[in-house]
């Protein structure tokens, strides 16, 4: 299911996922890809800390399910399946980080993960503000526009552009908008 809600969500489609990335330089990049130059907004970038959400999501579910034994370390090529088998079908109110089994370019080159909750009717923000999750470190780092313009050109000198983090002819054309954006402010 994991693996078709990344396609879905690849393709426009609205989920429950929310793209992350284990690649600061490919978030900045997402952050200016939005970026609209008039109103000259902060970006935000998020870090989360995988291992402690997922320790916690983890005993979570074993706090539930007596059967559960599961560690970070076991669920390495099976958390889809974990997802599916006791995430989801329980709606436990938990947050999951997970990359499909079958990596697509696009994510690959975007070094790319998905934080889902699973709880269809609970909002990720909801679920990290929730006093469970409060031993997990969320850092919010807010990016000044005055720094927009620079941080996009030392990410065209390290070749993160569109062209790079797609890789196909969406990505070239998401380069090209993305260039004139910035040199046309």
């Known amino acids: 299911m994991l693996e078709w809600l990344a396609v879905m969500q690849h393709y ?7 793209d ?3 690649s600061p330089y490919a978030a900045l990049y997402f952050g ?3 970026y609209n130059i008039v109103q000259r907004p902060k970006i935000s970038l998020y870090c989360i800390n995988y291992s402690q959400l997922m320790d916690v999501s983890l005993k979570l579910i074993s706090d539930e399910d007596n059967d559960f034994n599961e560690t970070r370390s076991s669920i390495i ?3 889809d399946q974990i997802f599916e088998d006791t995430v989801d079908r329980f709606n436990r109110g938990i947050l999951w980080v997970t990359e499909p089994q079958r990596l697509n370019k696009r994510i690959d080159r975007q070094a790319g993960c998905f934080l889902v909750p ?3 009717g609970t909002g990720i923000e909801e679920l990290l503000n929730d006093e469970k999750y409060s031993t997990v470190h969320v850092i919010k780092y807010e990016i000044s526009d005055k720094l927009i313009e620079g941080i996009f050109t030392l990410l065209r000198k390290m070749n993160i552009s569109g062209k790079s ?3 196909d002819l969406t990505g ?3 380069s090209i908008s993305l260039d004139l ?4 402010a």
Do not use: M, N, Q, S
């Open 172 to 174: 070239l054309a998401k």
């Open 32 to 34: 200016l890809e939005t």
């Open 118 to 120: 699973g709880d269809k």
């Open 181 to 184: 954006k910035v040199y046309a």
């Open 77 to 79: 090529g099976k958390k």
């Open 165 to 167: 983090i797609y890789g």
């Open 20 to 22: 992350f990335t284990t």
């Open 12 to 18: 426009g489609v609205p989920t429950r996922l929310l």
